[in-house]
């Protein structure tokens, strides 16, 4: 397997070696660790307990999980549990991400937000009722993440005779979760990877039991359980849904996505939001995505602050009852945003670069302290440098940084100058023996980039698996144990999940278009010829190879040329040619793709000119897909 490099990286001074006056400055390297803190260095006497599933996490992470469930430090809901907020107002939650919430009105009930998959879907409707019987008359989704739950709901009303449901939300959602499952990516082509990144960051490589397990915020994509919206809202549009009246808010609301929707009863004062959560805000989340604008998020506070809420429904925290509190939960989250962005900007104007940054910008006490900005969820040390690349990008001003050597090549560079692999072996296993893991899983990298050597991954694996240990935030956690174990070979992380031929049908345009970034440069340098893509049922398409570039041509007819080879297939198998599940060439040969102006071999030579992006023979982690499809196990991106 390829060896992974997906470290998280804070980096330090990788060496002291300043010269002054002539002389060389004695190399400290305890005073470094001591300068710049972290909890993954000086480590080796942090006291691991172990807690839900025999998960092996820091005392101070455990005290967290194990507070009972109405404790006011407690901002999340981490087990089965059923919340009567209030008369007609229950909240759900569970071991997963999301809650779900149900207001009840003189005709029925409406529900928030229903999961991450049918099975989240299901485990909230059976809670439901435990709670009530009422009918379901409407489902919002707060936004794109939690609707893979709501078949669940839809089918289990049918049974009782209740098949009118309103699926609300915003008018971008149905777009948003049909083109990219609800993870799209500044460019929607690497929408894959993006997704690939997100089942990574939520426990979906960690196993059931043991150390390494997932013990919350764990995120399982499943198929086919949204159900599209069919009353999309506006901005400020009052409806009445169950005799309540209820007004919506789509604009101004946005958090980790712009698909927001804001649900306020004005009678009875209630908000529902995705606008608090249960733990700091992730300004950044590794796994990618949008800017999360911290300026933008503090508005969103602000809508919510100006509808002075007397009960506050929240997709991700605790539901919270009483304008006093509420007002202090929410300037509490104000701040929180607001000192990190500050004290980012300050940073920068002192002429901190991002690595610099994770290390400055700390809470202070007052906001250290404040139960809604725990670090359970994202951690803080990676958000600051997040706000440096939104203004700059990756150059933070040193212009050794600016023109860098490929990370391969710098590795073996790094061994070299270290003494060799085994003097680097030598130094990472000292660092790892101290418990300054993240200089062991640094110099280990650097080994395993080097050399991939058993012995180095292992030792990568273990530094990796200590700092996971220590990791109170849950996405850290995820990513390092993850790395470890696919380190170790007992997992194998897929990094571009394959399409789902439901999307590609459904946007065809666009899937044809995403492919002209597989042109081979090489190949291509002196071609010029148009193929035409034709899909039985006049829908119609061209990718115009161009010199090393390709061209996508949304309308044929508009092509302004005639093409040179134009090929007839169905959307499904466009899908097997989009997911390198079969070769161009052998499906021209069965038949399946026909050629319907030029040869066989010109279209055999046009489909060559584009590089695989799936290797299926040699990717472990698609090796195990492909036995998994063979099984009739299904996928999904969804």
Known sequence: ???????????????????????????????????????????????????????????????????????????????????????????????????????????????????DNIEDGARFYRLLRTATQAPIRAIVYSHEHYVNGAKAFVEEEAKRGNTDIKIIGHPGTNKSVARTGGLSAAHPEVSSVLYARSIEQFNFYLPEEGPDSGFKNTVLPGAGGFVPVNTPVEDGQKMKLAGLDVVFYTEGVGTDTLNQTLVWFPDRKIAMNNVVWGWFPNIYSARGGRYRDPSGWMAAIEVVKKLKPEILLSTHSTSITGSQAIEQRLQDYHDGLAFVLDQSLKGILQGKGPDELRYSVQLPERLK??????????????????????????????????????????????????????????????????????????????????????????????????????????????????????????????????????????FLADYVDYYRVRVSAERSANTDKLMGLQFGDNRSFGLHVRRSLVDFV??????????????????????????????????????????????????KALFGMFDPIYDWQNDPALVALAKKLEAGGGVSAD
């Not at 919340?83 to 991400?97: E, F, N, P, R």
């Not at 698996?465 to 390092?480: E, F, H, K, L």
């Not at 992380?493 to 999307?503: D, E, G, H, L, W």
């Open 554 to 603: 949304p309308d044929l007819s508009k092509a302004g040329r005639t093409p040179d080879v134009t090929v007839e297939m169905t959307p499904a198998t466009w899908t097997l040619v989009f997911n390198n599940q079969a070769d161009p060439a052998a499906l021209i040969d069965k038949g399946d793709i026909k050629v319907t102006r030029g040869s066989g071999g010109d279209a």
């Open 369 to 506: 302290n404040a139960p809604i900005l725990v670090q359970n969820y994202g951690e803080l040390s990676i958000m600051p440098p997040r706000i440096f690349t939104a203004v700059f990008g990756q150059f933070d001003r040193d212009s050794a940084h600016l023109i860098k050597l490929h990370p391969t090549e710098e590795a073996e560079r790094m061994v070299l100058a270290m003494g060799g692999p085994e003097a680097t072996f030598a130094k990472a296993s000292k660092a790892f023996d101290d418990g300054d893991y993240l200089w062991a899983a640094q110099l280990s990298d650097y080994l395993v980039k080097a050399d991939g050597n058993p012995k180095y991954r292992q030792l990568a694996a273990n530094s990796l698996r200590q700092m996971g240990y220590r990791a109170v935030a849950t996405n850290t956690r995820s990513w390092m144990l993850s790395e470890a174990l696919a380190l170790e070979g007992k997992t194998a992380i897929i990094t571009a999940v394959p399409a789902v031929p439901a999307a590609v049908d459904g």
């Open 1 to 115: 397997m390829t060896p992974r490099a997906h470290i998280l990286t804070a980096s330090c001074v990788f060496f002291v070696a300043a010269i002054h006056g002539g002389h060389a400055i004695a190399q400290d390297s305890s005073a470094i660790r001591h300068k710049y803190p972290s909890p993954y260095m000086n480590a080796k006497d942090t006291p691991l307990v172990e807690i839900a599933k025999g998960a092996k996490v820091s005392e101070g992470t455990a005290a967290y999980w194990n507070l009972p469930p109405d404790s006011p430090r407690r901002t999340s809901y981490d087990s089965d549990i059923v919340v009567k907020v209030a008369d007609g107002i229950w909240t759900m939650g569970t071991a997963s991400l999301v809650n779900c919430h149900a207001v009840q009105g003189p005709d029925g009930l409406i529900i928030y937000d229903t999961g």
